[in-house]
């Protein structure tokens, strides 16, 4: 997703300094935007009538969004021919499909909670589509810095560091690492300060502080103090190279296979500094302000729930992070102090209360960083809420909502949700704690057992949690393939094989494979 940074390290005083060139609340523009269903905006979707490999009542499922779904939520297998695992997909996602189209039709988007969801998922579209426009379309990368680039990538090396708040101590360590073996020096203060040894590590797997540092170090050189940002916090890193090995592999066969790879992380290294400006410059007039009393209630009341958690060991090391799910939100905003509706930040045209903050938290695709104390975090986490607002209020603004790409964007994401919620609301997963010991013993006893038990390494036999969770889902997934037949038949479906055909590579071949969910990081935050 865009990677527009979360703030400018430029502090707003006013009670809590909020160190935020974020940004604010929606206009009415933007209320109105969210308000309209996505039903109502069909219209504008591109025809692509050449890309439509299926039709489900009134969505349309294009090869884009095949391929998308063929390497995120992959159902095939190997064995398959490409087509037929591409047919499979396609199949999962006509289902899916049917599921939003009832779920709209079940007006289940009116219900005020699936309304901001959606709004969610057009918003986000919308600010990538912003991001595309005013940061990478003004990004341009070189041959120069092409060759330069790859030449880098075929380095790997393994480095001794120590990393410590204080400059002059860093430059303690540097000297040390010159006479004494790294294993020997031990740490000033272990709480603050950080001492390890890396795996091999390349080209995109450092920061942009260390890379032009480290690979081009040889084994022994020490480097710094370099000026890093390390578990959340600023300091100051020195490094001691122990190897450094070259992929003799180059070519140009292997430099053009590279390219693509090496050219979207020098664009975005690139786009990193202009996104920078563009929020700096957005939003310096927007005088976002925390109110003092309700954010500190809110960050007291995160912080206990955080510190009721069984994995405070691990969030000790304030890595961890914490997801702020709708469920935790609810049960966060329910023993609040307050009433939810006391305002927490101010800026220019608006405000967002304690259970406004908490729902837009819970909307976010990352976690907020672990912590006794949450304020920093949650400071973190307003400013994101806010600065996306003026965001999306700038996109909407240059009618970027009416895109074809972005209709097609947020109608993917929105239909995905809405097919869930129907889900749920018709109770078709199965949770494995409300089995009954007779269904369990129903289960054991049948010819299947032996079958799936064998199919598992024989773990069934072993795990009576694993038990339960193998025969909870596949009554969900009965319930499931019942529901699925009864909206086949309330709803036309048209698949398009021939087109399917022509717009996959190697349709005959045979999968070797078997698929890996690929993993998203999103960048809206």
Do not use: C
């Amino acid at each position: 997703m865009a990677r527009f940074p979360r703030f400018s390290p430029r502090p707003v005083q006013l009670g809590l300094a909020l160190t935020l060139v974020a940004l604010g609340a929606s206009s009415p523009a933007v209320a109105q935007h969210r308000a309209a269903r996505p039903a109502a905006v069909a219209t504008a979707r591109p025809d692509n009538g050449a890309s439509v490999v299926a039709t489900v009542g009134d969505r349309r499922i294009t090869l884009d969004e095949l391929r998308q779904s063929f390497a995120l939520d992959p159902v095939w297998t190997a064995g398959m021919t490409t087509e037929q695992a591409y047919s499979a997909q396609l199949q999962h996602l006509v289902d899916r499909k049917l599921f939003a189209v009832a779920a709209y039709q079940a007006q289940l988007d009116a219900e005020p909670s699936a309304g901001r969801m959606l709004g969610f998922f057009r918003d986000k579209a919308v600010i990538k589509a912003l991001y595309h426009r005013e940061i990478l379309d003004h990004v341009t990368v070189t041959d120069t810095e092409m060759a330069e680039a790859y030449a880098r990538s075929k380095r790997k090396v393994v480095f001794n560091y120590v990393v410590t708040p204080d400059e002059a101590t860093a430059e303690g360590y540097a000297e040390r690492l010159k006479t004494e073996p790294f294993g020997q020096i031990e740490l000033t203060d272990p709480t603050v300060e950080v001492k390890a040894t890396t795996g091999p590590m390349g080209f995109n797997d450092l920061t942009a502080e260390l890379e032009p540092v480290v690979l081009q170090l040889d084994p022994g050189q020490i480097a710094g103090p370099i000026a890093v940002t390390h578990q959340g916090q600023s300091g100051f890193m020195v490094v001691q190279l122990v190897s450094g090995e070259i992929d003799r592999g180059s070519s140009a066969v292997d430099f053009a296979a590279q390219q693509s790879r090496l050219r979207q992380i020098l664009t975005e290294r690139k786009a990193g500094p202009l996104a920078g400006a563009y929020v700096q410059a957005l939003m310096a007039d927007k005088h976002v302000r925390l109110v003092g009393p309700a954010f500190n209630q809110l960050a007291d009341q995160l912080s206990r729930f955080v510190g009721m958690q069984p994995i405070r060991a691990v969030a000790q090391a304030k890595t961890s992070p914490f997801r702020l799910t709708k469920a935790t939100a609810e049960a966060i905003g329910s023993s609040l102090p307050l009433k939810g509706d006391e305002v927490v930040v101010t800026f220019v045209g608006g405000q967002m209360t304690a259970r406004e903050v908490l729902e837009g938290l819970s909307q976010l695709p990352t976690g907020l960083r672990s912590s006794p104390n949450m304020a920093p975090a949650l400071k973190l986490g307003v400013g994101i809420l806010v600065r996306n607002r003026f965001l999306a209020q700038k996109g909407y603004e240059a009618h970027l909502d009416r895109t074809p790409t972005v209709v097609a964007a947020a109608e993917r994401e929105q239909d995905a949700y809405m097919a869930e919620r129907l889900s749920a609301q018709r109770g078709l997963a199965v949770a494995p704690a409300s089995l009954t010991t007779a269904e369990i013993a129903t289960f054991t006893g049948s010819p299947a057992f032996a079958e799936v038990d064998r199919a598992l390494g024989g773990v069934l036999t072993t795990d009576p949690q694993r038990l339960r969770e193998v025969i909870a889902e596949g009554r969900s997934a009965e319930q499931t393939a019942a529901f699925t037949a009864t909206l086949r038949g309330q709803h036309p479906v048209r698949l398009k094989p021939s087109v399917l055909r022509r717009g996959i590579a190697a349709p005959d071949e045979v999968l070797r494979y078997e698929p890996v969910p690929v993993v998203v990081q999103e960048l809206f935050q």
